[in-house]
């Protein structure tokens, strides 16, 4: 069925480390993928999205990679900061007028 | 803050009651959306207003029933709610509807049915 899902439900890592989020989609026909973050009392907010032309995206500390061969999308955190501490949320979309469709999300913890 | 905005913060209410959830958005935008966010599932698109028309009811029960009376506000009516109703409500807006537009979360409405 068209779902998205992740890997693991919970990450624990030390601060200063990298951070590597995983989601897997099952849409072959998904074109559009976005990560957010949610952090406890918040709602979701945007932090990087990618198009299925590209395989990879760079932001201010984050990347995010797509693997379409195998639907295996990832969102890595480089130094990792306590902030950083949230659930994160991958979504996919299959068309310009097409409704995201959200993981379930992983929780990372920072410990310091 | 986002500029979405949502009251009450929290909620509870027995299966008899009426009660209604608002959402503002103060960016200026023209489309709106009203998510559930239940523990352990995925967050769950429930209706989409586009320039104040529903475009979207992602098979709600009739319970829920949203009203969009302006582009900057969104109420989701509320009436004999079962008890697996309890969740976050989420509301969103973007600019236009569309992967295209980002959209921006409110901090959501905590509901708890008894």
């Known amino acids: 069925g068209e779902s998205v899902g992740l890997h693991l439900p919970t990450l624990s890592v030390q601060e200063g480390d990298n951070s590597i989020i995983n989601c897997a989609y099952s849409?072959?026909?998904?074109?559009?993928f976005i990560w957010y973050k949610q952090e406890s009392g918040k709602g979701p907010q945007f932090i990087i999205d990618i198009r299925s032309n590209m395989d990879k995206r760079q932001g201010q500390r984050v990347t995010v990679l797509l693997n379409k061969t195998v639907k295996h999308l990832s969102l890595q955190i480089a130094a990792t900061q306590p902030g950083d501490s949230a659930v994160y949320f991958c979504a996919e979309s299959g068309g310009s007028q097409g409704n995201l469709i959200f993981g379930k999300g992983t929780k990372l913890s920072v410990k310091p | 803050e986002t500029g979405v905005t949502q009251t009450p913060r929290h909620l509870v209410m027995g299966m008899t009651n009426k009660k209604s959830l608002k959402c503002e958005q103060h960016l200026g935008h023209n489309a709106m959306y009203w998510y559930k966010q239940s523990a352990k599932k995925p967050l769950e698109l429930m209706f989409v207003?586009?320039?104040?028309?529903?475009?979207e009811n992602n098979s709600v029960p009739s319970r829920f029933s949203p009203e969009c009376p302006n582009s900057s506000h969104l109420f989701l009516h509320l009436h004999t709610l079962q008890p697996e109703d309890s969740a976050l409500y989420l509301c969103?807006?973007?600019?236009?509807?569309?992967?295209?537009?980002?959209?921006?979360f409110g901090p959501g409405t905590r509901l708890t049915v008894t």
């Open positions: 849409n072959s026909a998904s074109d559009y």
């Open positions: 969103a807006s973007s600019q236009g509807e569309g992967e295209a537009y980002e959209q921006y």
């Open positions: 207003y586009n320039f104040k028309e529903q475009t």
